[in-house]
C-alpha cells in the first residue's frame, strides 16, 4: 500500500468544449471569457492521466465546488482479459497469406 501513496495521478475534468478559429484565441486576454457548447445539467467528463475513467455532475454547495461521480467507465473487454492484447491474431493471419489460415 506504501507504493500507492507516491502515485501521482492528474484528474481532469472536462465541463465543455468550444471551437474558435486560431486569431480569436490569439487575440484573447486576461479574463476573457469563452462560451462552452454545454448546460449546466451536462454530464462532465473525468480524466485520469488524460484517459476517461468516469463521469459525474457538478454540485455547487455554498462556494464550493465539487464534481459527484455518477458513473465508472470501464475498459473494453479484450483490453481486460490477461493475456490478450490488441493486435493479437493478426500475426497469423498475415503469416498464411491471402485467403486466411
Avoid at 462552452?36 to 457538478?58: F, K
Amino acid at each position: 500500500m506504501a507504493v500507492l501513496e507516491d502515485l501521482k495521478v492528474d484528474l481532469t475534468v472536462v465541463l465543455g468544449r468550444a471551437r474558435m478559429p486560431i486569431h480569436m484565441l490569439l487575440r484573447m486576454g486576461r479574463g476573457a471569457v469563452i462560451e462552452l457548447e454545454s448546460i449546466d445539467t451536462d454530464m462532465v467528463e473525468i480524466l485520469a492521466n488524460d484517459h476517461p475513467i468516469a463521469r459525474g455532475q457538478i454540485v455547487v454547495t455554498g462556494n464550493r465546488i465539487s464534481v459527484e461521480v455518477t458513473e465508472l467507465i470501464r475498459k473494453a473487454e479484450v483490453v481486460r482479459e490477461a493475456g490478450i492484447r490488441i493486435g493479437d491474431g493478426a500475426a497469423s493471419l498475415l503469416a498464411a497469406g491471402p485467403g486466411g489460415p
